[in-house]
């Protein structure tokens, strides 16, 4: 036999139908507030509770699958250098393959260049040109010094000396540029033969990322023959989901798996339109030998030790109202709705601030009963039964 709804209950559906029909506003209160519920009313609503999880001190927390990033160990742009041909010639022998590790001086490839010969060759000629005009510049000074010639005659002496002394200057810094020692260049001006061969060598010790020159190949003077990663810190670039971008900044760091830490360095502003996803870019903390240049990694980001009160929830036990997150933490009444900050995703869980104990329990599942009770809906706990007629 159905019974007529009591005036109380008709007053709260009248409410809830009137918050329903009316426009939407923020709710004022981001108090505590105690929702009464017995044990009976709990287990039959089919709420279910879980702990509030407080970091370990001190210790960084490691997100786990939230934000698993993917991406190629490249060398970074600041630590690349080039290693070109001083002068133009046929590449005659390679001496080293593209990833191998090489060290300052190493040769990297050998040219045949008659013009690298008459480079020698005009060394010499400025070399010995210079030292002339030294020798009459001296002598002038000594004729001066005894009044037999004129200010202007000495003047013209010296200007003749320094300018043959900057040729072979000139010419000399070519030859360094080219891989020749300053004891090579010393046995030129003492009579060496100059040779047609150039060797091309590396400028510092590194990963040697490119060698795109081939026996035979005609090269002019200043192209590339090799690119070098100096030793240090590698970059890594990943690719990043659109949600997964929103729980990154500039400074978090990422681990890699056995191989140390990344620092994330830059985030893209572009998303790639194949496949939605925008590039990440990480440092290395410190160099390692168990990342190499075009490697697969992927990384795991961490999330600095939990600051104050912050725990660990479900993220199923979050719930909004207005502008402000709420969980509903059990007690001995019933549930509290606590008000909480929330912060970074860690997989199904997230961090929160608020007056929440480590190890509460927190609603999980059945939270439409507890809003209903939170909105006024419902009878609160030891309400009497409506009677009616037998």
């Given at each position: 036999?159905?019974?007529?709804?009591s005036?109380?209950?008709?007053l709260?559906?009248l409410?809830?139908a009137?918050?329903?029909?009316?426009?939407?506003?923020a709710?004022?209160?981001?108090a505590?507030?105690q929702l009464?519920?017995?044990?009976?009313?709990?287990?039959?609503?089919?709420?279910?509770?879980?702990?509030?999880?407080?970091a370990?001190?001190?210790?960084?927390?490691?997100?786990?699958?939230?934000?698993?990033?993917?991406?190629?160990?490249?060398?970074?742009?600041?630590?690349?250098?080039?290693?070109?041909a001083?002068?133009?010639?046929?590449?005659?022998?390679?001496?080293?393959?593209s990833?191998?590790?090489?060290r300052?001086?190493?040769?990297?490839?050998?040219?045949f260049?008659?013009?690298?010969?008459?480079?020698?060759?005009?060394?010499?000629?400025?070399?010995t040109?210079s030292r002339?005009?030294?020798?009459?510049?001296?002598?002038?000074?000594?004729?001066?010094?005894?009044?037999?010639?004129?200010?202007?005659?000495?003047?013209?002496?010296?200007?003749?000396?320094?300018?043959?002394?900057?040729?072979?200057?000139?010419?000399?810094?070519?030859?360094?540029?080219?891989g020749l020692?300053?004891a090579?260049?010393?046995?030129?001006?003492?009579?060496?033969?100059?040779?047609?061969?150039?060797?091309?060598?590396a400028q510092?010790?590194?990963?040697?990322i490119?060698l795109?020159?081939?026996?035979g190949?005609q090269l002019?003077?200043?192209?590339?023959?090799?690119?070098?990663?100096?030793?240090?810190?590698?970059w890594?670039?990943?690719?990043a989901?659109a949600?997964?971008?929103?729980?990154?900044?500039?400074?978090?760091?990422?681990?890699?798996?056995q191989?140390?830490?990344?620092?994330?360095?830059?985030?893209?502003?572009?998303?790639?339109?194949?496949?939605?996803?925008?590039?990440?870019?990480?440092?290395?903390?410190e160099?390692?030998?168990?990342?190499?240049?075009?490697?697969?990694?992927?990384?795991?980001?961490?999330?600095?030790?939990?600051?104050?009160?912050?725990?660990l929830?479900?993220?199923?036990?979050?719930?909004?109202?207005?502008?402000?997150?709420?969980?509903?933490?059990?007690?001995?009444?019933?549930f509290?709705?606590?008000?909480?900050?929330?912060?970074?995703?860690?997989?199904?869980?997230?961090?929160?601030?608020?007056?929440?104990?480590?190890?509460a329990?927190?609603?999980?599942?059945g939270?439409?009963?507890l809003?209903g009770?939170?909105?006024?809906l419902?009878?609160?706990?030891?309400?009497p039964?409506?009677?009616?007629?037998?």
């Amino acid at each position: 036999m159905m019974y007529p709804p009591s005036p109380a209950a008709l007053l709260r559906l009248l409410a809830l139908a009137s918050l329903l029909a009316g426009p939407a506003r923020a709710w004022s209160a981001e108090a505590v507030a105690q929702l009464p519920m017995s044990a009976k009313q709990i287990s039959r609503a089919g709420i279910a509770t879980a702990p509030a999880v407080a970091a370990q001190a001190g210790a960084a927390t490691s997100v786990g699958d939230a934000v698993v990033l993917s991406g190629t160990v490249v060398a970074p742009a600041d630590a690349v250098v080039l290693a070109a041909a001083a002068a133009g010639g046929v590449v005659q022998q390679v001496h080293s393959v593209s990833l191998q590790r090489v060290r300052t001086g190493s040769a990297l490839a050998t040219l045949f260049s008659p013009a690298w010969m008459e480079t020698q060759r005009e060394y010499v000629q400025l070399s010995t040109q210079s030292r002339l005009a030294a020798d009459k510049r001296q002598r002038d000074e000594s004729l001066f010094a005894e009044g037999v010639i004129s200010r202007a005659r000495v003047e013209e002496s010296r200007a003749a000396a320094q300018l043959a002394r900057l040729a072979a200057d000139q010419r000399a810094q070519m030859l360094r540029a080219g891989g020749l020692d300053a004891a090579a260049i010393q046995a030129l001006s003492a009579g060496a033969q100059p040779s047609p061969l150039l060797t091309v060598r590396a400028q510092s010790a590194g990963t040697l990322i490119e060698l795109p020159v081939t026996v035979g190949q005609q090269l002019d003077a200043g192209m590339a023959v090799a690119k070098i990663s100096r030793d240090g810190a590698l970059w890594v670039e990943l690719q990043a989901s659109a949600r997964q971008m929103s729980m990154l900044a500039v400074g978090d760091l990422l681990d890699v798996a056995q191989c140390g830490q990344l620092r994330i360095i830059a985030l893209s502003p572009q998303v790639n339109s194949a496949n939605q996803t925008a590039q990440v870019r990480a440092r290395q903390l410190e160099p390692q030998g168990c990342l190499k240049i075009n490697a697969f990694v992927e990384a795991r980001l961490v999330r600095p030790p939990a600051q104050g009160a912050s725990l660990l929830v479900p993220a199923a036990a979050l719930v909004r109202r207005g502008t402000a997150n709420y969980v509903f933490v059990r007690n001995a009444a019933g549930f509290q709705a606590v008000p909480v900050v929330s912060g970074a995703a860690a997989g199904d869980q997230l961090w929160v601030r608020g007056a929440i104990a480590p190890g509460a329990q927190v609603a999980v599942r059945g939270l439409v009963a507890l809003k209903g009770a939170w909105a006024g809906l419902g009878e609160p706990a030891g309400a009497p039964a409506p009677q009616g007629k037998p």
